[in-house]
């Protein structure tokens, strides 16, 4: 699938530098304008449909966009702008100075921007079901597009949401569909889906440890949702592995990357392995990897550990003369081809 993100056109509140937030909006004449140039560069641009947020000022962009077109406009309230709450309509200045503060922490009244994360990731679930193979495009707003490059490219929401805004005619992001799994970034709230794929003592006989509870799982996963280690020298990058057909969370992957290199590690759980899953988890995740220029990975695997040795091997690392804790150092060197984004 396909995902072409437009803004919506120019409004009387920007031109006035007001944050509009939940506000309906109103289009400037220089703002129909744009809509109507974006309604030129789209039509022919193969798309299946027009997916807009139902607040005015983006609705407004898609009619005018694409009035007299057979494309089908569909309204999804998912893809509303962050509620300010009581900041909505504040100027845009305070709005910038502000907005940082309010990635985890809703503004009073309002959202968060995770929160908006949440919601565009639930309106990308329903979309890679129905829409599977076509060219969609979405007109939303910039906490829509902070989602979509969180979500499909892995960049951090604390760049996105301090970076200026810069405009460009669209942006377009991919999704692969061709395996049984998807990655989903981790997050705290993974941890109560996540203790019952980790219960089980046999899943610790090769890599160690025991069961989490619930408290614990919470406690390592907001250390791990930080992306990075306290002394900022390793990215750490976790992602659930959920089943694409029902969403159900099966394993988590994991790369600890620095210095150009990253080392990797997978896990799945009892009642799913024997599958497949952890070779098509652990192939997205080298692809990735590879999106981001890693070309040197390594796997520590225990010397008995067969399954995940065959996943090791399935893509593209192989077993070194080196030894870490009784583990067998497995390497790759090139990285992998290709390109693939990250599902949701």
């Known amino acids: 699938m396909t995902i072409v993100y437009e803004t919506h056109s120019i409004t009387t509140d920007n031109e006035a530098g007001v944050a509009s937030g939940w506000s309906p909006g109103e289009l400037s004449s220089r703002g129909r304008e744009l809509a109507l140039e974006l309604g030129e560069r789209r039509r022919g641009d193969g798309l299946a449909a027009v997916f807009s947020s139902d607040l005015w000022r983006a609705v407004q962009t898609?009619?005018?966009?694409?009035?007299?077109?057979?494309?089908?406009?569909?309204?999804?309230?998912?893809?509303?702008?962050?509620?300010?709450?009581?900041?909505?309509?504040?100027?845009?200045?305070?709005?910038?100075?502000?907005?940082?503060?309010?990635?985890?922490?809703?503004?009073?009244?309002?959202?968060?921007?995770?929160?908006?994360?949440?919601?565009?990731?639930d309106f990308l679930r329903d979309l890679v079901t129905m829409w599977d193979g076509a060219?969609?495009?979405?007109?939303?707003?910039?906490?829509?597009?902070?989602?979509?490059?969180?979500l499909l490219t892995g960049a951090a929401l604390e760049d996105l949401v301090d970076a200026p805004f810069a405009w460009q005619p669209g942006w377009t992001y991919t999704l692969h569909m061709d395996t049984r799994v998807i990655l989903v970034p981790l997050t705290v709230g993974?941890?109560?889906?996540?203790?019952?794929?980790l219960a089980g003592q046999d899943l610790y006989a090769f890599i160690g440890g025991t069961p989490p509870t619930l408290t614990e799982l919470r406690n390592r996963y907001a250390k791990l949702a930080a992306g990075r280690s306290p002394d900022g020298r390793q990215e750490w990058l976790n992602w659930i592995i959920r089943r694409r057909?029902?969403?159900?969370?099966?394993?988590?992957?994991?790369?600890?990357?620095a210095d150009g290199g990253a080392e990797i590690a997978w896990v799945v759980g009892l009642p799913w392995q024997g599958h497949g899953y952890a070779r098509e988890a652990a192939r997205l995740l080298?692809?990735?990897?590879?999106?981001?220029?890693?070309?040197?990975?390594r796997a520590h695997i225990h010397p008995d550990h067969h399954a995940s040795m065959a996943v090791a091997s399935?893509?593209?690392?192989?077993?070194?003369?080196?030894?870490?804790?009784?583990?067998?150092?497995?390497?790759?060197?090139?990285?992998?081809?290709?390109?693939?984004?990250?599902?949701v």
């Not at 966009?65 to 509620?83: K, M, N, Y």
């Not at 009784?326 to 984004?341: K, N, S």
Request: charged content about 25%; overall charge negative; aromatic content about 6%.
């Open 135 to 150: 060219r969609i495009l979405v007109i939303a707003h910039s906490a829509n597009r902070w989602a979509l490059d969180h």
């Open 62 to 121: 898609a009619e005018i966009a694409f009035a007299g077109s057979a494309i089908p406009i569909q309204i999804d309230t998912r893809l509303r702008e962050c509620d300010y709450g009581d900041g909505n309509g504040m100027p845009v200045a305070r709005l910038a100075a502000e907005r940082a503060a309010h990635i985890d922490v809703p503004w009073p009244g309002g959202q968060s921007y995770r929160q908006v994360v949440e919601q565009t990731r």
């Open 286 to 297: 080298v692809e990735e990897l590879a999106t981001r220029g890693v070309r040197h990975l």
């Open 314 to 343: 399935h893509v593209g690392l192989a077993p070194t003369d080196h030894f870490h804790d009784g583990e067998r150092r497995w390497e790759r060197i090139d990285g992998a081809p290709g390109f693939i984004q990250r599902v």
């Open 245 to 257: 057909n029902d969403n159900q969370a099966i394993g988590t992957v994991q790369a600890t990357v």
């Open 190 to 197: 993974d941890a109560d889906d996540m203790v019952e794929v």
